[in-house]
């Protein structure tokens, strides 16, 4: 899975978690700004990915991503390190 592939999957996981469509959805997005998102619904997204991608996010990253590019980017990057492992 290349990056736009792991990219994608994230917005899809978000868009499914808080029913918005992946279109109205973007980077630079704020995760507390996005509809229908309060804190059970980060944790369920980042639990649905880290399984969608076999991942693990550390909590003390978890509290600094800020946009939903911000998240995007640390996926792929530990997507990334895992496939390397």
Same mark, same amino acid.
């Given at each position: 899975? !290349? ?5 994608? *999957?994230?917005?899809?996981?978000? +868009?499914? @978690?808080?029913?918005?469509?992946? %279109? ?7 995760? =507390?700004?996005?509809? !229908?998102?309060?804190?059970? =619904?980060? $944790?369920?997204?980042? /639990? *649905? &990915?880290? *399984? %969608?991608?076999?991942? @693990?996010?550390?909590?003390?990253? &978890?509290? =600094?991503?800020? &946009?939903?590019?911000?998240?995007? *980017? /640390?996926?792929?990057? $530990?997507? =990334?390190?895992? %496939? +390397? +492992?």
């Amino acid at each position: 899975m !290349n990056q736009m592939d792991v990219h994608e *999957k994230v917005l899809e996981i978000i +868009a499914q @978690e808080i029913d918005v469509p992946v %279109a109205d959805l973007s980077g630079d997005q704020h995760f =507390r700004a996005l509809p !229908n998102v309060d804190s059970m =619904r980060v $944790l369920q997204v980042i /639990l *649905k &990915t880290e *399984k %969608a991608f076999d991942i @693990e996010i550390e909590d003390d990253v &978890t509290f =600094r991503i800020q &946009t939903v590019g911000e998240f995007q *980017k /640390l996926v792929a990057e $530990l997507y =990334r390190q895992r %496939a +390397a +492992a």
